[in-house]
C-alpha cells in the first residue's frame, strides 16, 4: 500500500499557543487527504477533506479557523490548530487517497500525532 | 448520516479461541473497509469488500460483507495476542472519497 508519513509524531505545548502537524504522502500524489481526530478508545472522527490547490471542506462542528488547512501541494497537507487549549489535547491523524481503480474508495493512513496542550 | 455500529464493543479472549465482530448499518454501502490499529499509530488497512455476499481471507481472518451491502463481520480463527488491536469498519459516505468509520471494536488476546 501507499506510505503516509507525519511529522512530528508527539508534541507538548503551552496553552495559547499554535502548532502545526505536517502530512506527507511519500510514494504518491495525493488530491485529497483527510483529517481526523481521535480520543482515548473511541474511533475516528473525520475532521475535514483537504483539497490541493483549494480550500478543505469541514465536517459540522468543527471550526476552520480553530483547525487550518494548508493543501499546497499533491504531497503535502498541514494541520495548524491555533491558540491550542487543553482540551485540543488528542490524537491526529491524516489519510490521503481517494477513488483508486475499479471505483473503490481506499485511504492509506499516516502514523498519527500525539498533541498534549498543557 | 450513515452510521455504522460494531459490535461488540471490547473482546477480551485467550490465545486459541475463535471470535467474530460484527459491523452493522440501515444503509447500503457500495464497499467496506476493515481496518485495524494499534495504540500511537494509524489504523491499517487490511481488506475492502465490494460485492454482496462476497468473503475474503486474509491467513486467519474471514472477512464476508452481507447480502445487502450493510453489514460485514470478522471472523478471526485462532486469535493469537498479536491479534490485539482497535478493529475498524469504514464506509463510504457522501461524496465518494470520504469515510465513515465504525465504533470500533478494541480486541485484547491473553495467552
Known amino acids: 500500500g501507499a506510505v503516509v508519513s507525519q511529522h512530528p509524531s508527539r508534541v507538548i505545548c503551552k496553552s495559547g499557543t499554535s502548532v502545526k502537524i505536517e502530512c506527507r504522502s511519500l510514494d504518491f500524489q495525493a488530491t485529497t487527504m483527510f483529517w481526523y481526530r481521535q480520543f482515548p478508545k473511541q474511533s475516528l472522527m473525520l475532521m475535514a477533506t483537504?483539497?490541493?490547490?483549494?480550500?478543505?471542506?469541514?465536517e459540522q462542528g468543527v471550526e476552520k479557523d480553530k483547525f487550518l488547512i494548508n493543501h499546497a501541494s499533491l504531497t503535502l497537507s498541514t494541520l495548524t490548530v491555533t491558540s491550542a487549549h487543553p482540551e485540543d489535547s488528542s490524537f491526529y491523524i491524516c489519510?490521503?487517497?481517494?477513488?483508486?481503480?475499479?471505483?473503490?474508495?481506499?485511504?492509506?493512513f499516516g502514523p498519527g500525532t500525539r498533541l498534549t496542550v498543557l | 448520516t450513515q452510521l455504522l455500529e460494531q459490535s461488540p464493543q471490547f473482546l477480551s479472549i485467550q490465545e486459541g479461541e475463535n471470535l467474530t465482530v460484527y459491523c452493522n448499518s440501515s444503509?447500503?454501502?457500495?464497499?467496506l473497509q476493515w481496518y485495524r490499529q494499534e495504540p500511537g499509530e494509524g489504523p491499517v488497512l487490511l481488506v475492502t469488500?465490494?460485492?454482496?455476499?462476497e468473503v475474503k481471507k486474509l491467513k486467519r481472518l474471514t472477512f464476508q460483507f452481507g447480502d445487502a451491502r450493510k453489514d460485514s463481520s470478522l471472523h478471526i480463527t485462532a486469535a493469537q495476542p498479536g491479534d490485539t488491536g482497535l478493529y475498524l469498519c469504514a464506509g463510504p459516505t457522501g461524496t465518494a472519497s470520504k469515510l465513515t468509520f465504525g465504533t470500533g471494536t478494541r480486541l485484547q488476546v491473553t495467552l
Open positions: 444503509s447500503v454501502f457500495s464497499s
Open positions: 489519510s490521503a487517497g481517494g477513488l483508486w481503480a475499479g471505483g473503490v474508495n481506499e485511504q492509506f
Open positions: 469488500v465490494v460485492t454482496g455476499g
Open positions: 483537504s483539497n490541493e490547490g483549494s480550500k478543505a471542506t469541514y
